[in-house]
């Protein structure tokens, strides 16, 4: 019987299609490069244009040579809190349930991955704004003070795509 058991799950292995694949995150726009500003962070130079646009838009008067975004790690953050734990245990009853079909697994957890990565992009759990960046919201009509939220583009455009 165990002989039987491991030649089922042997074949069940073998028939696992290593080419599909799985995506999450922004595919159009400018959404992936806002992203990876965001996870990594950034140094914008500040040029005599952005004095005059930060001063006249917002009466904000640059005395610094760049603004720094800093780092908002929301993919690794998904990936340490989701991915190595809940994830694989998805995946692994996906693909009990698609009898080993990695291509329809991957299409039955995709919806959930998304909607857990949502949730650690919007909990907040990021280095606070900046007093300017607080300032700039308000004279927009951008409520709220939690980063990574301001206009939910990001929150709406996150998808998975499913490859083979």
């Keep these: 019987m165990a002989l039987g058991i491991l030649s089922n799950l042997e074949n069940a292995i073998n028939g696992i299609d290593d ?23 950034a140094m914008i130079p500040v040029t005599s244009k952005s004095r005059a646009f930060f001063g006249g838009r917002y ?20 990936i340490n809190e989701k991915a190595e734990t809940q994830w694989a245990n998805d995946l692994s009853k996906a693909l009990k349930n698609a009898n080993y079909s990695l291509l329809t697994a991957f299409n039955e957890v995709g919806e959930k991955w998304e909607n857990d990565y949502r949730e650690v992009l ?31 583009k990001m929150q709406a455009s996150l998808t998975y795509k499913v490859g083979d």
Excluded: C
């Design 59 to 78: 009466g904000i008067h640059l005395t610094t040579n760049s603004l720094v975004i800093p780092p908002r790690p929301h993919r690794q953050r998904t």
């Design 122 to 152: 919007t909990d907040g759990q990021y280095q606070e704004l900046s007093p300017m960046t607080l300032d700039i919201r308000k004279q927009d009509g951008i409520g709220g003070d939690t980063p990574l939220v301001a206009t939910g």
């Design 19 to 41: 080419k599909s694949s799985i995506e999450i995150g922004w595919f159009d726009g400018d959404m992936p490069m806002i992203a990876d500003v965001q996870e990594y962070g």
